[in-house]
């Protein structure tokens, strides 16, 4: 992931965590989607099967802060972003994620809150799962 041309971050095998902090998300939410995400069983065992954890497979994350998965196109061309919660609450929320994981053994690196990204994902599978609480 690069920010004005720097690498900022840099994974291997692991997961891409797009985060979107909404209105009413708190510290319940944020808990909850650290642990699920910490031991969710989305790695491919020896048999193929989707069985292990991204602390099974020692694997590493990425957390970036998404707040256009909060967009809302239903009316018009132009999608609002009102449902996404302000800067500064999502900041904190977003923070104590990446902390949470860690703390449940996830090697965590993350995006720069606000900056624009640009974010390259080699998406083996491809696997994307929406978790919300």
Known sequence: ????NKVISQIGRGLVVLLG???GDGQEQVKFLAEKTANLRIF???QGRTNLSILDVKGEAIV???FTLYADSRK??????TDA???EVARPLVSQFVELLRGHGVPTQT???GSHMLVEI???GPVTIWLEK
Not at 1 to 4: A, E, F, S
Not at 76 to 81: L, W
């Open 1 to 4: 992931m690069t920010v004005d």
């Open 85 to 87: 919660a302000l800067p």
């Open 76 to 81: 018009g061309r132009r999608p609002s972003f």
């Open 122 to 124: 080699h998406n083996d």
């Open 21 to 23: 902090i909404g209105h």
């Open 44 to 46: 491919e065992d020896d």
């Open 64 to 66: 970036v802060s998404q």
């Open 111 to 113: 995006g720069q809150f």
